[in-house]
């Protein structure tokens, strides 16, 4: 499985764009990059998902370079309530026999500040 | 509709105790996972159950754990003799493999305290 790095923790500001970037080198070809967010008590919550290129929905944006080697995690306008723990995950989910196995780091805890 | 229920939300136990946690995966879903989660870090995989396959277990730390999921839905994790290391949050998800998209959707999680 592709191993994943991404920062331990960052800091911003309520109205800030954040963006978390998670380094993936030995990506696969099938591979997917996943996100999660997890709030304090709560168990992870499905962000945002892609391959390649530019992806966006109602919360986030996936920016996925072609080389595929890293990917970033783009929060527009964070406010306090974004203040969480961010995952980033790297396999195949339509690996054979759904032997997918979704593996968590220790992501990168985002605080918000007033 | 429902989510993912997971039961007890807490439980205190003494040590070499064993324990049981209960986990209600969304209705059809196929596969289930279960996690642990140490304070302050990530997510460690500890089973999965897909379909009628055997389950993989290779994420378990010891044989005190054990799981087993009746009927393809109810999933029970077993601690046996409970030790203060396994104090944790044990978190359950369930996912319906479709094509590329694996989204779990996870349940609020048991908290184990070994006293």
């Known amino acids: 499985l592709a191993k994943t790095t991404q920062p331990i923790s960052m800091d911003s500001y309520e109205g800030q764009e954040v963006n978390i970037t998670c380094s993936h080198n030995n990506i696969a070809t099938n591979d997917y990059i996943t996100w999660y967010q997890q709030f304090p008590s709560q168990g992870p919550r499905f962000i945002i998902q892609?391959?390649?290129t530019k992806v966006t929905n109602e919360v986030a944006s996936l920016f996925i370079p072609a080389d595929r080697k890293s990917s970033t995690l783009s929060l527009p306008r964070v406010s306090l309530s974004d203040t969480a723990v961010y995952y980033c995950?790297?396999?195949?989910?339509?690996?054979?026999?759904?032997?997918?196995?979704?593996?968590f780091g220790r992501g990168t805890s985002l605080i918000v500040h007033p | 509709g429902a989510g993912v229920s997971q039961s007890p939300s807490n439980k205190v136990t003494e040590k070499g105790k064993d324990v049981e946690l209960r986990c209600d995966p969304i209705s059809g879903h196929t596969a289930l996972y279960w996690y642990r989660q140490s304070l302050g870090q990530g997510l460690e995989f500890l089973i999965y159950f897909q379909g009628n396959s055997a389950p993989d277990k290779s994420g378990l730390p010891s044989d005190r754990f054990s799981a087993e999921r009746t009927g393809g839905s109810v999933s029970t994790l077993t601690i046996q003799r409970t030790q203060q290391e396994d104090s944790a949050v044990y978190l359950c998800?369930?996912?319906?493999?479709?094509?590329?998209?694996?989204?779990?959707?996870f349940g609020p999680g048991t908290r184990l305290t070994v006293t």
């Open positions: 995950l790297v396999g195949d989910p339509s690996a054979s026999g759904g032997s997918y196995i979704p593996t």
């Open positions: 892609g391959y390649k």
């Open positions: 998800a369930s996912s319906s493999h479709s094509g590329s998209l694996i989204e779990q959707y």
